[in-house]
């Protein structure tokens, strides 16, 4: 879905990016790793609409 933008599934071009983000009490698109839970890595996720 990233380089073609076409779902692998169902060949729609009907794709949203939702970008990672880091949120309040480890929330967010993200993947928390450490004791704090400030360290991690963004997780941008690409979901079809069809």
């Known amino acids: ?3 073609t933008k076409t779902c692998f599934k169902c060949n729609s071009r ?5 970008p990672g983000k ?3 009490y480890c929330s967010g698109n993200n993947i928390t790793w450490g ?3 400030f360290n991690g890595v963004k997780v ?7």
């Open 35 to 37: 004791i704090s839970g």
């Open 14 to 18: 009907n794709i949203i990016k939702i």
């Open 22 to 24: 880091f949120g309040a």
């Open 44 to 50: 941008t996720r690409y979901l079809c609409c069809e």
């Open 1 to 3: 879905m990233k380089n």
